[in-house]
């Protein structure tokens, strides 16, 4: 028995860290309700308690730490740190969040929010920025994703004069659109492939640019389930902020694996 739950883990979840052989359909769907659980029960009982305003300053906080996040994963896959459950994916969440969660009860008990945190996650970001910069080899992969980048969102934010939405939203979207912009040179320019368990058969069968009108597509869903499934106002903000992590994560750590030339 015992031996059949380690065989079910090592296959469908602790293998795949290591291999970087991508998701599947049952790690996404445990990786998903986690996500879904941790949004949740962080919004209840960390971030109300605290008296934390869900606004920019709290997107702002949480910034740095997941520009440390990212870059560190980065920095695994390219040799610099030696791989370890905690500073893979999706270990890597769980270690900035434990790192976060003290700044920010910190910050809120001094009432210095959110500088003690800003603080703590930018001091971590420029240790794993320094690593990077130190182990580089090419640097055109940023200026590719840019060029994507600065394209989408130039389009973004031209929608968002037409027909303004929440403009904390607008940085998720933002988020994903660089994301998105990574993920494409990285598969059309460098040859990676995609590891996510949907988007790896819609790439091969339409090609890398097919993510940006999939992901507009479900960004747009996500806004107005949101608003429709969240009345409160407060948390259904908070849920941008998971959505704007979730999109800036590997938008920093995609460019980072690429100049270190994977």
Known sequence: MLESVWHFLNEYFIEPMYTRSGYNAINTFVYALLFGLGVIYSYRYIIKPLRIKVDERLFWAVTPMVVFGSTVRALVDGGVLEPNPWILTPGIFFTAFILIVPALIADAKLKTYPKITIAWGTVLALWANYLLFANAKDWRAYELTML??????????????????????????????????????????????????????LVQWFGPYFYYPWITVILIAVYYGLKYLVPDEEERRFWYLAIYILGLGPAVRDPAQMVLQL
């Open 148 to 201: 994507h980048t600065l394209a989408s969102w130039a389009v973004v934010l031209a929608y968002y004069k037409w027909r303004p939405f929440d403009k904390l939203y607008l940085y998720a979207v933002l988020a994903h659109m660089y994301d998105m912009g990574s993920t494409v040179v990285g598969i059309h320019y460098y040859g990676y492939r995609e590891v996510h368990w949907i988007e790896h058969h």
